[in-house]
């Protein structure tokens, strides 16, 4: 059984408006060098000179093994998916006047095309409020920044890295997503580029440990919904990951994968399902018109699923005391829609109420079976289903909690599907 959608607040919030955040400082990759002072003065005079040549000289070692390791700009990680492409770059702000004298025209015209707008073409956006600014990679301080477009465009970038003539700075990409295997020869014909391929769930993990590490002021990576049982009082609050072990780890986007992660490098794939983001705004595309993930939100948050599903209280008249089952849960999605009468009666936004709130419980359910099976208590919730997705978080939190007699937590983090993208970005710089 599920619960009906009404429970939790429901109200779709817009875009996170979050200003851009600051990283903790001296953060570093893991592997990278780090230029740190030399500390002599505590040295006998008779010493001084010498100690400081050597310091000197190993400083110089350090910095310029850092150059011969670490890969030329510009410095991007991809994640092509099934419906949406990720793309974080790095811009560097520390540029010294002899880099910039040799940098090449190509190089500037990429970093000021990508930087200096925030839509590109008519389905591309930059994601401003994610950015990162003053991160510390390699030896280099910049800003990150976070891009998606959909899948469907990719052929359009590629021409605008042919255009930029992207290859003759770069020979390889690092890109990860089912459509680094699907689009590979599209890069090498139409771009003049190579794709070093990574499997997603290794760069999916990486990436989410290493952006939750560099984060401190503002508000939090991590949130959960405080009350999520209690609309009137259920509010969001950051929530410490320092220690994350274990967790259940659920991806959503086009489909879901459930990993149960016990390490950074110790984790498995318990289990997925075909019945994701994609599956809501295909059904979405199909039972109401919609064009757009964010236009199928929008009809949903006006609907009402009760229209549509059949309840418990349906069947039962009320509760189903003997069970526990609370006259609001749903028994069966879609339910109503075998009555004509019913069918003539609902609106194409209540349709998309009852489809997020259809996919929304499958998930739920199935995420929760998974926690207890694998004994773990704390759930985060990852993927671009969840990108101006309130509702579906609040559901969730709600299912997670109610279900579980508050056992289970479920958790959110801001940057919700750019994480692969991010873990290709740390291969490129770190190969593992």
């Avoid at 008779?46 to 390791?69: M, Y």
């Avoid at 295997?181 to 999916?204: G, V, W």
């Avoid at 671009?384 to 959110?412: C, E, H, I, P």
Wanted: one cysteine or more.
């Amino acid at each position: 059984m599920a619960f009906n959608g009404l429970q939790p607040n429901d109200d779709i919030t817009d875009e996170d408006e979050t200003p851009t955040k600051q990283p903790r400082s001296n953060k570093e990759m893991p592997g990278c060098f780090r230029n740190e002072p030399n500390n002599d003065a505590a040295s006998p005079a008779g010493r001084a000179t010498s100690e400081r040549r050597t310091s000197n000289s190993t400083t110089r070692h350090r910095i310029d093994s850092v150059k011969k390791t670490r890969p030329p700009f510009p410095w991007f990680g991809m994640d092509i998916g099934g419906t949406l492409v990720k793309l974080v770059y790095f811009e560097p702000k520390d540029i010294t006047a002899e880099e910039e004298q040799e940098e090449v025209e190509n190089l500037k015209s990429i970093r000021r095309y990508l930087t200096s707008n925030v839509a590109y073409g008519k389905t591309g956006i930059r994601d401003v409020h994610l950015e990162l600014q003053d991160l510390t990679l390699c030896g280099r301080t910049g800003n990150l920044h976070f891009i998606r477009f959909p899948t469907h465009d990719l052929p359009a970038f590629l021409q605008m890295g042919r255009n930029k003539h992207f290859s003759s700075l770069h020979t390889t990409l690092c890109a990860t997503g089912g459509g680094a295997y699907k689009f590979e020869s599209d890069f090498r014909t139409m771009a003049d580029l190579q794709l070093h391929k990574l499997d997603e769930l290794d760069c999916l993990i990486r990436g989410v440990l290493y952006i939750d590490s560099v984060m401190s002021s503002g508000p939090s990576e991590c949130y959960y919904f405080e009350n999520p049982t209690d609309p009137d009082h259920c509010i969001q609050k950051p929530y410490p990951l320092e220690n994350p072990y274990p967790l259940l780890l659920v991806n959503i986007g086009s489909g879901v994968s459930i990993l149960a992660v016990y390490s950074e490098n110790n984790y498995k794939r318990v289990t997925g399902t075909s019945l994701g983001g994609g599956t809501f705004l295909g059904l979405c595309c199909l039972l109401t018109g919609c064009s757009s993930f964010e236009e199928a939100l929008e009809m949903a948050s006006q609907g009402e699923s009760t229209r549509v599903d059949k309840l418990v209280r349906d069947i039962y008249g009320g509760d189903y005391e003997r069970f526990g089952l609370p006259g609001w849960a749903v028994a069966s999605s879609f339910g109503n829609m075998m009555s004509k009468d019913k069918r003539e009666s609902v609106s194409k936004e209540d349709l998309a109420r009852a489809t997020l709130v259809t996919i929304t419980n499958n998930i739920g359910s199935i995420t929760r079976m998974c926690a207890l099976n694998e004994n773990i208590e704390r759930v985060v919730f990852v993927g671009n289903f969840l990108r101006v997705n309130t509702l579906s978080m609040k559901l969730l939190a709600y299912a997670m909690d109610y279900w579980s007699k508050g056992q289970l937590k479920a958790l959110f983090l801001r940057h919700e599907g750019y994480f692969g993208a991010v873990g290709a970005l740390l291969e490129l710089l770190h190969p593992s």
